[in-house]
């Protein structure tokens, strides 16, 4: 069964900076999209941003102009820089890749504390 295995998460203070990464266990063929979700508690997960094939992006309005999605779908890696960290953001993170098939990771926490 193919997974999808997230990093780099943990504590960072207000102001400071993460990077996410994601890559597939097993290659996955024709990957139209990869992405960033997350969901703090006690809310519904929600799309921080992703990238298409073709290398379109998109962000959610919370985080545009902090974080910057990368990668390529067709080496089966996503990448999340996610620069000027607010409280708000605090949630755990997943990776999503949408081929024939929905795949998410296992989800990583990403905790912004002073």
């Known amino acids: 069964q193919v997974q999808l295995v997230e990093s780099g998460g943990g504590l960072v203070q207000p102001g400071g900076s993460l990077r996410l990464s994601c890559a597939t266990s097993?290659?996955?063929?024709?990957?139209?999209?990869m992405g960033w979700y997350r969901q703090a508690p006690g809310k519904e997960r929600e799309l921080v941003a992703s990238?298409?094939?073709?290398?379109?992006?998109y962000y959610a309005d919370s985080v545009k102009g902090r974080f910057t999605i990368s990668g390529d779908n067709a080496k089966n890696t996503v990448f999340l820089q996610m620069n000027s960290l607010k409280p708000e953001d605090t949630a755990v993170y997943y990776c999503?890749?949408?081929?024939?098939?929905?795949?998410w990771g296992q989800g990583t926490q990403v905790t912004v504390s002073s």
């Open positions: 097993r290659f996955i063929l024709n990957i139209y999209s």
């Open positions: 990238i298409t094939s073709g290398r379109s992006t």
């Open positions: 999503n890749a949408r081929a024939a098939t929905i795949y």
